[in-house]
């Protein structure tokens, strides 16, 4: 089983709608999760941390339920400039006591007029 | 915000050559850095961390002798894929962590722009 699974999409959704993205990972003892935007042949960017109670900056709104294993992504009122890819990030404790990150394959979005 | 600059940002070898790629954290101390490849759609793939002044952490599978990581300085990673050969063509990034006072860092990873080798 892959440490941070996402469905790699794409998902092709109309200008204005929502749309959601699941993650799941599989090490219990992950302490902080991410979203990330990659556009295509750059640099991922952070989007916005996940806090347990969950937390909203405008139309993006991200969820972790750590009983279950997985965050969540929803953005509402989809744009065209948010094509993208969506990357789930996981940090966990690596062996030897260090910090790892691990992303999640991303989920294609394709919004479209 | 925090910047990581990488250089170069493309680069074409002849196989067998070696290549040396950088990471710099031009606005903030990174203590650690981590260097990812990214093949065409697949995701980033975490090949090592450096941390400075002792040696890098390889990802299970990574060649430790192939990719040489040398992080000296707390602003400076570098990266030399030694000997390289076609199959190790790919879009290679670094990314730093920002460390915040007394240790707790918020997590944010910081990227560089990325770099894409092109092995002949």
């Known amino acids: 089983r892959k440490e941070v699974e996402q469905d790699p999409g794409p998902f092709n959704v109309p200008e204005g709608a929502t749309v959601a993205f699941n993650c799941t990972y599989s090490?219990?003892?992950?302490?902080?999760f991410f979203w990330y935007r990659q556009d295509c042949r750059k640099e991922p960017k952070l989007l916005m941390s996940v806090y347990s109670s969950g937390n909203e900056d405008g139309r993006f709104t991200a969820q972790l339920n750590r009983a279950s294993q997985y965050i969540s992504l929803l953005i509402r009122d989809s744009k065209l400039s948010d094509s993208a890819t969506y990357l789930c990030?996981?940090?966990?404790?690596?062996?030897?006591?260090?910090?790892?990150?691990?992303f999640g394959i991303g989920t294609k979005l394709q919004v479209i007029p | 915000g925090a910047v990581v600059s990488q250089h170069p940002s493309w680069v074409i070898c002849k196989s067998g050559t070696s290549v040396k790629i950088e990471c710099r954290s031009l606005d903030f101390q990174a203590t650690t850095m981590f260097w990812y490849r990214q093949f065409p759609k697949q995701s980033l793939m975490l090949m090592a961390t450096s941390n400075e002044g002792s040696k890098a952490t390889y990802e299970q599978g990574v060649e430790k002798d192939k990719f040489l990581i040398n992080h000296a300085s707390l602003t400076l990673s570098t990266l030399t894929v030694t000997s390289a050969h076609p199959e190790d063509s790919s879009f290679y990034i670094c990314s730093a962590r920002h460390g915040l006072a007394g240790g707790y860092n918020t997590g944010e990873l910081f990227f560089g722009e990325g770099s894409r080798l092109t092995v002949l």
């Open positions: 990030v996981v940090n966990m404790l690596g062996s030897g006591g260090y910090q790892k990150v691990t």
């Open positions: 090490n219990s003892a992950s302490q902080s």
